[in-house]
């Protein structure tokens, strides 16, 4: 076991010094605080901010090298959604996907961002769902990577199986065993070790607290009905990689139909296929800001 960790943090050495280039801030908010990560680009006023929501099982850090690809020409900005990180945990207990929609907005309030480009992946999908549904004025672009839909639509019967599985491997691995035993779920069978290494870093750094309120919120979630709610209102697209085995492909493009979204499929590309594949992830959201929405919708 200690070869393992010992290999992994090597591994994940060479992420961790790039990551030093963009150290965790923390903003208050009202009285809470986010902690979160930022690339300052050069593009001005006139360059739209982008807005990055990690998943369950990750944190800001996850998007590092979309800060290195993306962040020379606007504001790259990713959070620790509540209960992760420093960030201070959300007061409900089993919340809703409007009690972290609610912070996210309160954030980009303290943070002047007004309007914004917003990307969530798997759970974070959830969150930017909600966040657009309630706000779409400020959203001049949705982009969906891997979203998880949530089972609030599921019998409770259902809810309840998923939620408490979940609940119970937290209590029985913790952070470092979680990392060690789900981590290979999240990418395809073609990643490199590094990129496994990134993914275990990440994970082993949840805070089970947090964790376990994102789990309820899993359970409790409808990202089909927010998307629902959008539909003419924000400009949307769904992608997934095409070796996704939790949020498979034929699960996202039916998030795309109900958005009336644009879908893409990624090759060789697993969960977190922006861990593993950036350069492909980091060119979509690009293409995305510049040709999917337009010239008109991406003005500050």
């Known amino acids: 076991?200690?070869?393992?960790?010992?290999?992994?943090?090597?591994?994940?050495?060479?992420?961790?010094?790039?990551?030093?280039?963009?150290?965790?801030?923390?903003?208050?908010?009202?009285?809470?605080?986010?902690?979160?990560?930022?690339?300052?680009?050069?593009?001005?006023?006139?360059?739209?901010?982008?807005?990055?929501?990690?998943?369950?099982?990750?944190?800001?850090?996850?998007?590092?090298?979309?800060?290195?690809?993306?962040?020379?020409?606007?504001?790259?900005?990713?959070?620790?959604?509540?209960?992760?990180?420093?960030?201070?945990?959300?007061?409900?207990?089993?919340?809703?996907?409007?009690?972290?929609?609610?912070?996210?907005?309160?954030?980009?309030?303290?943070?002047?961002?007004?309007?914004?480009?917003?990307?969530?992946h798997s759970l974070g999908a959830i969150m930017a769902g909600a966040f657009a549904a309630a706000h779409p004025e400020r959203v001049a672009g949705l982009l969906l990577i891997s979203p998880a839909a949530g089972y609030g639509a599921a019998d409770e019967t259902v809810r309840a199986e998923k939620r408490d599985t979940r609940l119970a491997m937290l209590a029985e691995l913790g952070p470092q065993g979680l990392a060690q035993k789900r981590s290979a779920n999240m990418l395809s069978p073609q990643a490199d070790e590094t990129a496994r290494a990134w993914v275990r870093w990440n994970m082993a750094r949840i805070v089970p607290h947090g964790y376990a309120q994102a789990t309820h919120l899993l359970a409790n979630a409808d990202l089909a009905a927010d998307l629902a709610r959008c539909t003419g209102k924000v400009p949307m697209a769904v992608a997934v990689g095409a070796q996704d085995t939790i949020t498979p492909p034929e699960a996202c493009e039916r998030l795309a139909q109900i958005a009336r979204a644009p879908f893409h499929v990624v090759p060789r590309a697993g969960h977190a296929g922006y861990i593993e594949q950036p350069l492909a992830y980091s060119t979509l959201i690009d293409f995305t800001l510049t040709h999917t929405f337009s010239t008109t919708e991406l003005k500050a």
């Open 1 to 120: 076991m200690n070869d393992t960790i010992d290999t992994a943090a090597s591994s994940a050495a060479p992420f961790e010094t790039r990551l030093a280039r963009f150290a965790q801030r923390a903003a208050r908010v009202g009285e809470a605080s986010v902690s979160y990560r930022e690339a300052a680009g050069e593009g001005g006023n006139e360059a739209l901010s982008l807005v990055l929501l990690h998943g369950i099982g990750s944190g800001a850090a996850s998007w590092v090298q979309q800060f290195e690809a993306l962040g020379g020409a606007r504001r790259v900005l990713a959070w620790d959604a509540p209960g992760y990180g420093a960030s201070t945990p959300v007061a409900n207990a089993s919340p809703l996907a409007a009690d972290y929609a609610r912070v996210l907005a309160d954030w980009l309030d303290t943070l002047g961002i007004a309007r914004c480009m917003l990307v969530g």
